[in-house]
């Protein structure tokens, strides 16, 4: 499953890709559709239409509104979603378990003993599926950058100071660029 714009109406929707086969249409509404995640018994859809997480069986039949929100990721088991509420707050199935925190808008992922992790408040995290038991994982990184240096490119300071790059061009460009024109002091 995947969300693309191939349908030429000008609204994202979601399509289905079999195996050698050609993509077919999934959703056919009003609005943009993305964020498609089939259930692990492979039977239902859910997916997010506009500002709403919505559900529709594979097989056909009319699609359903969860809930406002985003994100949305099945449980292990299918019984049930989590995704984010229009507060950004994560949801599972009908009960919020989160409360305050900066949640980036990425569905939760779930780990094989039945946590899930999420980003919040510029931290990875993990959390028991009732939603107590928050955990933060210790994560540091530290990125060092280098400006490269390029054969014959000027620096900096070689064009923008005295009768540099601006030199013999209008005072008002080189003012513009934020270097001194040719008649400055």
Do not use: H
């Not at 919505?54 to 097989?59: K, Q, R, S």
């Not at 950058?145 to 390029?150: A, D, F, K």
């Not at 900096?156 to 008649?183: K, N, V, Y």
């Amino acid at each position: 499953m995947f969300s693309s714009d191939r349908g030429m109406d000008g609204q994202y929707k979601i399509w289905r890709l079999d195996l050698g086969g050609a993509p077919t249409q999934v959703t056919t509404g009003p609005g943009a559709e993305s964020n498609p995640v089939v259930s692990p018994d492979g039977t239902t859809l859910a997916y997010v239409d506009g500002t709403n997480v919505m559900t529709a069986p594979l097989a056909g039949g009319a699609p359903a509104v969860v809930a406002p929100g985003t994100a949305p990721a099945w449980l292990p088991d299918g019984s049930a979603l989590v995704y984010q509420n229009a507060a950004r707050q994560l949801v599972v199935g009908t009960t919020q378990v989160t409360n305050d925190e900066d949640i980036f808008p990425f569905p939760v992922r779930f780990q094989a003993d039945g946590r899930f992790l999420y980003t919040a408040d510029g931290k990875i995290r993990t959390r028991a599926t009732a939603g107590g038991d928050l955990r933060d994982i210790g994560f540091t990184a530290e990125l060092k950058l280098r400006r490269p240096t390029l054969p014959g490119r000027k620096t900096a300071s070689s064009t923008t100071s005295g009768r540099g790059r601006c030199a013999g061009s209008a005072p008002r460009s080189c003012r513009r660029m934020g270097a001194a024109s040719p008649s400055s002091p």
